[in-house]
């Protein structure tokens, strides 16, 4: 192939895309390699640093077994429920803030320890510790839904309700009003 004809005013465009994108090309490799760390990758994708930065951090998730520390009778009441699956977190809150309290006044008695507060009715709340005595909770879970084992106990709501003559069907805490919350007693 002839110099003139492998840059001809018909082939000029190719070139000049061909350039464009490898100095595009070249451009990004020079940029990822100034932004990524150096310990990118190496354990997975994600920096090798994190993992101990993020080991440091407080715990944000309780176990059932630090609130079974202190609340043995809620342990008891749920030893035979079918509750005791449900952890704690899932209708109470993460307790981050309740634990390190408690934790505190365990080594200093005397020290605070907030109480729980009142749900705010939001699964995605930022309230450290709430008491739940609210339908919602319950139904989060027992609403009968159409994919739902026919092994897990579903309710239809208005039916359920009207067959265990609850006083008023929409109060939100009317589910109380035959089961606990621990031990439903089913």
């Known amino acids: 192939m002839s110099g003139g004809l492998m840059f001809s005013r018909h082939t000029r465009h190719l070139w000049i ?3 464009l994108i490898a100095s595009g090309a070249a ?14 990758g190496e354990l997975g994708p994600y920096r090798t640093v994190a993992i101990a930065k993020n080991a440091a951090l407080p715990m944000v998730h309780q176990s059932d077994q630090t609130c079974i520390k202190c609340h043995t009778d809620v342990h008891e009441a749920r030893a035979e429920s079918p509750h005791q699956a449900v952890a704690c977190r899932h209708c109470h809150g993460h307790g981050a803030q309740h634990v390190a309290e408690a934790t505190r006044a365990a080594e200093n ?27 919602a909770t319950c139904l989060a879970c027992h609403t009968s839904v159409v994919g739902m084992p026919e092994s897990f106990r579903s309710i239809n709501v208005a039916a359920h309700l009207e067959e265990q003559g609850a006083e008023n069907v929409n109060a939100k805490d009317v589910c109380f009003e035959c089961h606990d919350g621990h031990s439903p007693g089913l």
Request: hydrophobic residues 40%; aromatic residues 16%.
């Open 109 to 135: 008695p005397g020290s605070p320890i907030t109480p729980a507060q009142e749900w705010d009715g939001s699964f995605g709340t930022s309230v450290d510790l709430f008491v739940t005595k609210d339908r």
């Open 17 to 19: 895309a061909f350039f």
């Open 27 to 40: 451009g990004g490799a020079f940029v990822r390699s100034q932004l990524v760390p150096s310990d990118f």
